[in-house]
């Protein structure tokens, strides 16, 4: 009777699986936490592209004339496409009333370019197009620098 027990001392084994559940439970969802956060952060980073897909997107064709283009498209729960080239001035105007007809270009004082025209397509274009295309015309000198974007939700 009178003898005490020992006292149980733990195996070394027993803390390595320990501690690996402590880094599995608690770990697990840090990592995931953190790769959520990483890939959140790269969403909607705008990225080159062809600009003759830039293009037929926003419901539209590259001009012949066209210098220098340059397009990008931002995707994550909308696509944003841009596309940013130079044409000669003479053949902007009738480039932008043939590529969009029917769209008033907008009033002097609500654009901040020479020649601006917001075309909204709505429930008219297909699930794969544009719903709004805003096309800005900067001139200088003999040449028009043209900026298209265009969007959808």
Known sequence: ??????????????????SALMTVVCGGPLALLVW?????GQAGDPEPADCTEVMTWAQATMPKSAQGPRCTTTSWLDTYVTAEFRMPRREAAGWVAGTYPGAEPDEPQFCDHD??????YGAEVELNGPVVVHVKVAYEGESA??????FDV
Request: glycine letters at 6%; charged letters at 25%; aromatic letters at 8%.
């Open 36 to 40: 959520g956060a990483i890939a959140f």
């Open 1 to 18: 009777m009178g003898e005490k027990p020992k006292p149980v001392k733990p195996r070394p084994r027993t803390w390595i699986w320990v």
């Open 115 to 120: 020649l601006c025209v917001d075309m909204q």
């Open 145 to 150: 620098l043209v900026r298209l974007s265009a």
